[in-house]
């Protein structure tokens, strides 16, 4: 027998990576029947049910052949960025002197005298953080492969330690292909932020045991970076952040943050921003997959309230315009290939939990510079 036996009508769309097969399936082997899961346990691709008017759709994907990736440029990009955040983390634990803005250039070379040392010390923060962005991406990546989605391996970004301070942009992965419909494109945007979230939680709140209370006379209340001969940098406060620390610290006025905690404080930052539901974000992938209708007029709404916070912090500008270059100057979403197949009730109840997520670490300042 083969799969055609059991179903009323299908449609077959060819992509250039693979071929989806929307399938409306005969009532009498909807359950599915034994002869329809035996089918099934033998399809060489990937397949999940969708409850629709018109009865139960198998949507199935017969994956073609994948591409070759250049794995030589993701891993030269990761050490690269290895290189660059541990620097940041060893200028943050005064394992190499700060000399101001050209610190990367003075002593952040091999050679340097003790600069191996030196460089070492930045590893309780680049560690953690790497952790965090990578397991954010595989989030990413491991959902897509699932549906067997033409998608790359993370790219990382690697930048000096001025003017970002950590070392690094982040990193991303890219999509090569459309996505079948929004169940799809909500599972792969939301995987990311909770990967990373589940791996930032607990690293912040270890970081925080480790770190220690100071007077407030020698800084800003609140959580601070210090590090030797350079300026103390007071971080914002999100809901998340301020409860781990009254758990952790209890109510210390003022908290000298340890690397680790600060590269805990990092992941629950990059978790907000690829929660914010604007445009190609991972918030904005949840939102489209959620309430397509509205996606644009959300999306502008909130880029009109970053805005008006880059008063307050001017990253926030930064961020606004970054996102209007990738892309393309529209804060509205590509459509996906189906976007009238309903999404699953489990994904509506899992898209309260990414809002509460966005909630729990919006941060409207993260630098009280």
């Known amino acids: 027998m083969t799969i055609t036996d059991f179903l009323l009508a299908w449609r077959t769309t060819s992509l250039p990576d693979r071929e989806v097969v929307d399938a409306l399936v005969h009532p009498a082997h909807a359950g599915p029947s034994p002869g329809l899961a035996q089918v099934l346990r033998q399809w060489p691709g990937s397949y999940y049910w969708s409850d629709e008017p018109d009865g139960r759709h198998l949507v199935i994907t017969?994956?073609?052949?994948?591409?070759?990736?250049?794995?030589?440029?993701?891993?030269?990009?990761?050490?690269?960025?290895?290189?660059?955040?541990?620097?940041?983390?060893?200028?943050?634990?005064?394992?190499?002197?700060?000399?101001?803005?050209?610190?990367?250039?003075?002593?952040?070379?091999?050679?340097?005298?003790?600069?191996?040392?030196?460089?070492?010390?930045?590893?309780?923060?680049?560690?953690?953080?790497?952790?965090?962005?990578?397991?954010?991406?595989?989030?990413?990546?491991?959902?897509?492969?699932?549906?067997?989605?033409?998608?790359?391996?993370?790219?990382?970004?690697?930048?000096?330690?001025?003017?970002?301070?950590?070392?690094?942009?982040?990193?991303?992965?890219?999509?090569?292909?459309?996505?079948?419909?929004?169940?799809?494109?909500?599972?792969?945007?939301?995987?990311?932020?909770?990967?990373?979230?589940?791996?930032?939680?607990?690293?912040?709140?270890?970081?925080?045991?480790?770190?220690?209370?100071?007077?407030?006379?020698?800084?800003?209340?609140?959580?601070?970076?210090?590090?030797?001969?350079?300026?103390?940098?007071?971080?914002?406060?999100?809901?998340?952040?301020l409860l781990v620390q009254r758990l952790v610290l209890g109510r210390a006025a003022a908290v000298s943050v340890h690397p680790v905690a600060f590269a805990g404080w990092v992941g629950m930052l990059v978790t907000m921003l690829n929660l914010l539901p604007i445009s190609q974000l991972d918030g904005g992938h949840i939102l489209y997959a959620t309430l397509p209708r509205w996606h644009q007029r959300i999306a502008f709404v909130f880029w009109c309230l970053i805005i008006l916070l880059g008063g307050w912090w001017s990253g926030w500008y930064m961020w606004g315009v970054l996102v209007l270059v990738l892309s393309r100057g529209r804060l509205g979403h590509p459509p996906v290939l189906d976007s009238q197949r309903p999404l699953p009730a489990s994904r509506r109840w899992l898209a309260w939990g990414a809002l509460a997520l966005f909630v729990g670490t919006f941060a409207p300042v993260p630098f009280r510079l």
């Open 62 to 241: 017969r994956p073609l052949v994948r591409r070759r990736e250049r794995w030589a440029l993701h891993l030269l990009l990761f050490f690269a960025t290895l290189y660059t955040v541990t620097f940041a983390g060893a200028v943050l634990a005064n394992g190499i002197p700060y000399t101001g803005y050209v610190v990367f250039f003075t002593s952040g070379y091999p050679g340097y005298p003790g600069f191996l040392q030196a460089w070492a010390t930045g590893l309780p923060f680049s560690a953690p953080l790497l952790a965090i962005l990578l397991c954010h991406e595989l989030g990413h990546y491991v959902v897509a492969r699932r549906y067997q989605l033409d998608v790359s391996p993370p790219y990382f970004i690697p930048v000096p330690m001025f003017p970002t301070l950590i070392g690094t942009m982040g990193a991303f992965i890219r999509l090569r292909t459309v996505l079948s419909d929004r169940r799809q494109l909500f599972d792969v945007g939301v995987a990311g932020p909770i990967a990373g979230f589940l791996v930032a939680l607990p690293v912040l709140a270890a970081g925080l045991a480790l770190s220690h209370p100071v007077p407030v006379q020698a800084g800003a209340p609140g959580l601070a970076v210090y590090f030797g001969g350079g300026p103390q940098i007071p971080l914002g406060d999100s809901l998340i952040t």
